[in-house]
């Protein structure tokens, strides 16, 4: 098993930036995948970044590219969500998600198998 849990989600003006981390424990993870995803009110949840743990690849959706940033910290095992040129539309619960396999399919979250209960991000117009 694998526990997630994310932080540092919280209540920012249009053009700010926030930083969401996900602190994973359990079995070791360093052949996983890691991403996040978020939900807004009345919509499905989407994808926005994924990460390969080893060799560091990275993935982006459309809608984040050039803002946000994904990465990994090996050492303390956490993963990490950088934002900046956040907009209204980036309002939405942030998930972390991850999987001890090499997902082709990294965008769809039924192939993740752990998830951590997510953290509010609010922009503000």
């Known amino acids: 098993q694998v526990q997630l849990v994310e932080s540092g989600g919280g209540l920012v003006q249009a053009g700010g930036s926030l930083r969401l981390s996900c602190a994973a424990s359990?079995?070791?993870?360093?052949?996983?995948?890691m991403g996040w995803f978020r939900q807004a009110p009345g919509k499905e949840r989407e994808f926005v970044a994924a990460?390969?743990?080893?060799?560091?690849?990275?993935y982006y959706a459309d809608s984040v590219k050039g803002r946000f940033t994904i990465s990994r910290d090996n050492a303390k095992n956490t993963l990490n969500l950088q934002m900046n040129s956040l907009k209204s539309e980036d309002t939405a619960v942030y998930y972390c998600?991850?999987?001890?396999?090499?997902?082709?399919?990294?965008?769809?979250?039924?192939?993740?198998?752990?998830w951590g209960q997510g953290t509010q991000v609010t922009v503000s117009s």
């Open positions: 998600a991850a999987d001890g396999n090499y997902l082709r399919d990294y965008s769809n979250e039924a192939s993740y198998a752990y």
């Open positions: 359990g079995r070791t993870f360093s052949t996983y995948t």
């Open positions: 990460i390969r743990w080893i060799s560091g690849t990275t």
